[in-house]
T-cell receptor, first 111, second 116 residues
Framework: AQRVTQPEKLLSVFKGAPVELKCNYS??????LFWYVQYSRQRLQLLLR??SRESIKGFTADLNKGETSFHLKKPFAQEEDSAMYYC?????????????FGAGTRLAVHP | DTGVSQDPRHKITKRGQNVTFRCDPI?????LYWYRQTLGQGPEFLTY????????KSRLLSDRFSAERPKGSFSTLEIQRTEQGDSAMYLC??????????????FGPGTRLTVL
């Protein structure tokens, strides 16, 4: 079954603390993994994708095929990082078109 | 605003009524997607179009749901005989292409449907 699991509904940290939002996936084949973010009163937007291998707003994510994970990390959280974060995948069975999302993790960064 | 737009933003209807939502994608994007999001869940794929052709439909899309993209530009999603379980946020997204390198999807603000 194709599935994305985000085990934490809420992650609460203080400003300056490290952050790791967990994402595990189940997919037979070579999926592409994404992190989408939704800030308060804004639309869902792409944060990063694994094939780009880039850091966006200080966030990085490494695809671990052995552990089927794609955790999102940031060494020092900022208050403006508070948002809803969704891990998603697309795969060859769908022509890399449709996205399969996890349930999301709300990140709250406190001053 | 050159992003994806959706209309209406909110719709309240009574059970059994029909509703129609509209999505206008980013102008040069040839792919258009519909997702549904219920409270506490991530978006779930419903269907997508390449130009005017509807290429995939989820099992979530019952016979009461129909989507069109008649001229390969805007799209409509119609729900007939609405049920309370249809209450959700309906999201539209578009992308310039498909496949592994061209599939960044840009999302609209969504239409929130409440069925009483």
């Amino acid at each position: 079954a194709q599935r994305v699991t985000q085990p934490e509904k809420l992650l609460s940290v203080f400003k300056g603390a490290p952050v790791e939002l967990k994402c595990n996936y189940s997919y037979s084949g070579s999926p592409e993994l994404f992190w989408y973010v939704q800030y308060s009163r804004q639309r869902l937007q792409l944060l990063l994708r694994h094939i780009s291998r880039e850091s966006i707003k200080g966030f990085t994510a490494d695809l671990n095929k052995g552990e089927t994970s794609f955790h999102l990390k940031k060494p020092f959280a900022q208050e403006e990082d508070s948002a809803m974060y969704y891990c998603a995948l697309s795969g060859p069975s769908g022509g890399y078109n449709k996205l399969i999302f996890g349930a999301g993790t709300r990140l709250a960064v406190h001053p | 605003d050159t992003g994806v737009s959706q209309d209406p933003r909110h719709k309240i209807t009574k059970r059994g009524q029909n509703v129609t939502f509209r999505c206008d994608p980013i102008s040069e994007h040839n792919r258009l997607y519909w997702y549904r999001q219920t409270l506490g869940q991530g978006p779930e794929f419903l269907t997508y179009f390449q130009n005017e052709a509807q290429l995939e439909k989820s099992r979530l899309l019952s016979d009461r749901f129909s989507a069109e993209r008649p001229k390969g530009s805007f799209s409509t999603l119609e729900i007939q005989r609405t049920e309370q379980g249809d209450s959700a946020m309906y999201l539209c997204a578009s992308s310039l292409g498909g496949g592994r390198s061209g599939n960044e999807q840009f999302f609209g603000p969504g239409t929130r449907l409440t069925v009483l």
